[in-house]
Every structure is written in structure tokens, then in C-alpha cells.
């Protein structure tokens, strides 16, 4: 009877291991299977699934998270349309490093799926590929420019007493979400920015990359200038560099000699001429042109070492500015907005953009140098016209102070008055009365406030949009009026100056039924400072964009004023 009882319990224990063992060698007939074997696989052997993976945390979670959902395998095996879909998108993406992570191991997995995979082998694919996914969707999103190495240099600035900012937006997408989701095609058309010109600068990328296909183009000799007249075998390079960008159309005659009679000696002489190429006629001063517009030089079709240097930026730095601006726009806002601004700074322009749409283009002056205007992105929430200016202590102690003390009506004559506090009602303090080199030399905190009143004088002009924020920086009218005229506009000390604040003011109007033209104007037109709360509050974004589409759809390129591109350096990926 025990012997009996053993013989059963040894064949229920065979059995057993049959069904594991049958369950193991079918492990792809259903996916209660294939969610058991990838389960034991990442409890007993996950050193081996998941070797030479960065992302071994993100991995263990994501599948604990799922109950070990597989994405990549089905009853037949791998999906192979699945994964080739994501090749081709890797493939097919210019902003990646050929030399990079993804693309390297797109690759070896390609090479690897040739072969016929073992079943573990083909569990192992599946964490290789979700690994594959999950970094180039981290690549779609976020880019890849090292914002902590930028953020660094942007602290070193303050050494020099330049206080620049850079406030990113982070897309709020979920990546676990975004690996379960089956179709790859609409995840990546889901989480591509939609606004600031992107698909325009991406379609600009695929033009760029055939020019590079194609030889791209040559560096220009030195020589001290080029202008229309010039001769010489420059000019025929110049011509063949401008046409390599597509800015040179030919429009001459193909002459290639000419019959110089000389009358006064009753002679004909036959000499061979100056090849054509070699003459900068009207054809290539037009296109002269065309380039220095579309980089943002000034307009005079005189080839100077600004132009020089910009026709000798290779077709590989095109190409990279062009991709770190593709980075960039991948950290501005996400959200749908009916109408906003965007100042674009590197290109001193102000767009006014309702449904999807640029229904305005205004002139703007931004930060110099030494006080760039901050990159970040918040709402118009007022408007106050004839406005006071309340002199920020930056510029009280780096400016106003030493010029008081080298004059003492210095106040008087800019119109600027000292008050008690920042109200304009406040007690009026005389200058006469401080003994201003305490606050210079010193490092007394100057325990008044300096305003300029509503006038002619006033820096602010006539109208200042607000949209309050940390830095103090908003958006205004100026007296200086022959500074928009400027090809480069960076003169002021951080806030934007608007060419056309009265557009603008008429803009936000038609959308605030509690704004009344007809009163703003009477209003300007005296001294009496009014305020406008807006209840339809205006999205503005300040943006820093060295390459974008001009409205002929070609590709523009502006000066890196603030040398953002310069300190800019994308990962390897």
C-alpha cells in the first residue's frame, strides 16, 4: 500500500514537470505563456536580459508595473512589422548621430534578427527592443542637448555681471504609456511639437542633408571685400558657394569673349575677355542678397567679413544649428492656445499668431549683451498706458548713481524723480540732500525709489503690456524710435522694446470688450497714468530660435547674439 502510495506521488511529481516542461517548450501558444516565462526570466536570469542596459530601473519597473505584458511578441513569435516600424522611424530620423546610442544599436539588433532566435533569445529581443523604444521616445521628446553642461555656463555668466535665464516646459507625456500604445506611427505624430515651426525646420533639415549628399560646398579664399563690379577668380567661387545653397539663379548672358576695337589706331584686336563667373554683376548681387537676408546680415550685397564668415559655416554646422533649434522647440509649451505671441529674440520679432495663423509682425528691441532677455514663456494679465518707470536697483547702482554723482542734475534733466516709496503719490525727496557716494563706494542700500513720470522722456513711451514674472521683464513702448531701423536690435536692458505698441494695444482690444480704443487714445494723449486688466489674458512666449522659415519658406539664419549656440552641446544619441 505505501509502495503504491510513493508510485503515485512520484507520477503526479512527473507529471507536473511534463506540463512545465510542455508549457515551456509551447511557450509562445498563448500569453498567459509568454507572460509566465518572461516573469521567471526577469526573477532568476535579469542579469543576462537586461546586460549592456542603461535603463535596467526604468525596464524592471515598467514590466512589474504591467504584470510582464509583452509589446514585441505574439503567439507567432516576434512582431516583425512591429519592430521594422520602429527601425524606420529610427532610420528615418536626421536628428539622430549616426555615430549615436540608438542608432548604433538599431543596427546590431537589425543584424542580430537575421538570425534565428532561440526562445530565450527571442525574450531577451523583447527587453532589447522596449529599451530601443523607450530612448528614442526620450530622444523624440526631449532632444538631446545637455541642458546641465548649458545650465552651468549660464551661472558662469555671472562672473561677468551678465545674469542670463532659461526657463524650459516640460511635456507632460507618460513614456510607460507611451511604450503600450500599439501604433508607433501615431505615438510619434502624438508627441511631435506642433507650434514654433518645427515640421517647416524639420522638411529645411531633409533639404540640407541632400546638399550635403551632393558635396556640399566649399570654403571661400580670404579677401578683404566683394561688391558688385569686382572681378576675379573669387567671384567665381562666390557664385558656385551661393548656388550650392540655392541663393544664386542664373540670369546673365553666357558671354566668353568680347571684340575690344581699338578706333584710334584703325586697329581690331581681338582679346580674350573675363570669363562672365568672374564679373559680380547684378545676378549675383541680387543673390548677395537673398543670402545676407535670410542670415540675418545687413542687406547691402556688399561681401564684408560678417557675410565672409557666414558663407564659410560648413554644411555640417548648418545642419547642427538647425537640429539644436529642432531641440529647442521641443522644450517650449505643448498646450493648444487660440492666439499668443512669440518674441523671437535672435531675430528682434515679435508675431501676433491666432488659430494656427501669423496675423501681425512687429519690429521689437531685446536685452544686449551684458542684460539678455530672459527665455521663458507667461500671460499679458495688464496693460498700463502712460506708465511711470520705476528704475530697477541694477541700474540705479551700475548707472544712475555714478552719473548723479559726476552730475547732480542729472535727475533733473532725464526727468526722473525720487520718491519715498514706489508710489507715484508718495513724498517727493530731493536730490540736494543725499550724500549719494555712501550708496557707491560704500554699499549702502539706497533706501529710496527713483521713477520717471509719464512725458516725451519717459523710457517706457506711452504704452507697457505686463505679464509679472521674476525677472521684471515686460514688453513696452520707447522714445527711441530710430533704433527699429536697425537690421540688429539688442540695445536694451533686458525688457522688449514693441515698434508698434499702439497695433499691438488695438490687437488685444478686439478680444477684451473692456478695452475702449477710442478712450486709450484720448487717454494717451495726455500725462494721466490708466491701467487695463485684461480678462482674456494673452499667452507670450520668449523664445530663442537661430535658425526658422521666412515666409517665402526658405530657411533663415540669425545671429547667436547671446552665443546660446555657442554653449549648446547635444548628448550622444
Not at 557664385?239 to 548672358?253: F, P, T
Not at 535727475?411 to 526722473?416: D, T
Request: contains cysteine; hydrophobic residues 35%.
Amino acid at each position: 500500500m505505501k509502495i503504491m502510495k510513493k508510485l503515485l506521488i512520484i507520477l503526479i511529481l512527473l507529471n507536473s514537470i511534463a506540463i512545465t516542461l510542455s508549457a515551456e517548450s509551447n511557450l509562445l501558444e498563448n500569453d498567459k505563456n509568454i507572460t509566465y516565462i518572461l516573469k521567471k526570466q526577469f526573477k532568476k536570469n535579469s542579469n543576462s536580459l537586461l546586460k549592456h542596459l542603461s535603463n535596467k530601473k526604468f525596464l524592471k519597473n515598467f514590466y512589474n508595473k504591467n504584470s510582464y505584458q509583452v509589446i514585441w511578441i505574439d503567439d507567432k513569435g516576434l512582431k516583425k512589422k512591429k519592430y521594422q516600424e520602429l527601425f524606420n522611424n529610427i532610420h528615418n530620423d536626421l536628428t539622430l548621430k549616426s555615430n549615436g546610442y540608438i542608432v548604433k544599436k538599431t543596427d546590431m539588433l537589425e543584424k542580430e534578427l537575421e538570425n534565428n532566435l532561440t526562445k530565450e533569445e527571442t525574450f531577451r529581443m523583447e527587453v532589447q527592443l522596449t529599451s530601443l523604444y523607450y530612448e528614442f521616445l526620450k530622444h523624440s521628446i526631449y532632444g538631446d542637448i545637455e541642458w546641465k553642461n548649458f545650465a552651468i555656463k549660464l551661472k558662469n555668466l555671472k562672473r561677468y555681471r551678465i545674469n542670463s535665464k532659461w526657463i524650459r516646459k516640460e511635456a507632460k507625456f507618460n513614456i510607460g504609456t507611451l511604450l503600450k500604445n500599439p501604433d508607433i506611427n501615431a505615438t510619434l505624430k502624438e508627441i511631435e511639437p506642433k507650434r514654433f515651426g518645427y515640421k517647416k525646420l524639420f522638411e529645411a533639415l531633409k533639404r540640407l542633408e541632400v546638399i550635403k549628399k551632393n558635396g556640399g560646398w566649399k570654403k571661400l579664399p580670404y579677401f578683404k571685400i566683394l561688391k558688385q563690379d569686382s572681378t576675379g577668380e573669387v567671384v567665381i567661387k562666390l557664385r558656385e558657394r551661393l548656388k550650392a545653397s540655392g541663393d544664386y539663379i542664373a540670369c546673365e548672358k553666357n558671354i566668353t569673349k568680347i571684340l575690344d576695337t581699338n578706333k584710334e589706331d584703325n586697329k581690331s584686336i581681338e582679346e580674350p575677355f573675363i570669363d562672365p563667373n568672374a564679373i559680380f554683376g547684378e545676378c549675383l548681387d541680387r543673390a548677395v542678397k537673398h543670402f545676407q537676408k535670410r542670415h540675418g546680415l545687413t542687406v547691402d550685397g556688399i561681401v564684408g567679413g560678417a557675410t565672409q564668415k557666414a558663407l564659410n559655416e560648413s554644411i555640417e554646422d548648418k545642419i547642427e544649428r538647425v537640429i539644436l533649434n529642432i531641440d529647442r522647440i521641443k522644450w517650449l509649451p505643448r498646450s493648444e492656445e487660440k492666439r499668443y505671441l512669440v518674441v523671437n529674440i535672435p531675430e528682434f520679432m515679435l508675431y501676433y499668431i491666432e488659430e494656427g495663423k501669423v496675423k501681425k509682425k512687429i519690429r521689437v528691441i531685446v536685452g544686449n549683451k551684458k542684460h539678455p532677455t530672459p527665455i521663458f514663456s507667461d500671460k499679458i494679465s495688464y496693460i498700463v498706458l502712460n506708465p511711470y518707470w520705476r528704475i530697477p536697483n541694477g541700474i540705479l547702482k551700475r548707472e544712475i548713481i555714478p552719473k548723479v554723482i559726476r552730475n547732480i542734475n542729472y535727475l533733473r534733466k532725464q526727468g526722473l524723480v525720487i520718491h519715498r516709496t514706489w508710489s507715484e503719490h508718495s513724498q517727493i525727496i530731493s536730490p540736494y540732500n543725499i550724500y549719494w557716494e555712501q550708496y557707491l563706494w560704500k554699499g549702502a542700500r539706497f533706501p529710496y525709489k527713483i521713477m520717471q513720470p509719464p512725458g516725451k522722456k519717459n523710457a517706457l513711451g506711452k504704452i507697457k503690456f505686463k505679464f509679472p514674472n521674476p525677472f521684471d521683464v515686460y514688453l513696452h513702448d520707447t522714445p527711441t524710435r530710430h533704433l527699429f531701423k536697425k537690421d540688429i536690435r539688442a540695445f536694451s536692458h533686458g525688457c522688449v522694446r514693441v515698434g508698434e505698441p499702439h497695433s499691438l494695444l488695438e490687437t488685444i482690444a478686439s478680444f477684451n470688450k473692456n478695452i475702449s480704443m477710442k478712450k486709450a487714445d484720448k487717454i494717451l494723449k495726455g500725462k494721466r497714468k490708466y491701467q487695463y486688466n485684461i480678462k482674456n489674458k494673452l499667452p507670450i512666449h520668449l523664445v530663442y530660435l537661430t535658425a526658422g522659415i521666412n515666409d517665402e519658406k526658405q530657411l533663415e539664419f540669425r545671429d547667436d547674439i547671446y552665443r546660446y549656440d555657442e554653449f549648446m552641446k547635444r548628448s550622444l544619441k
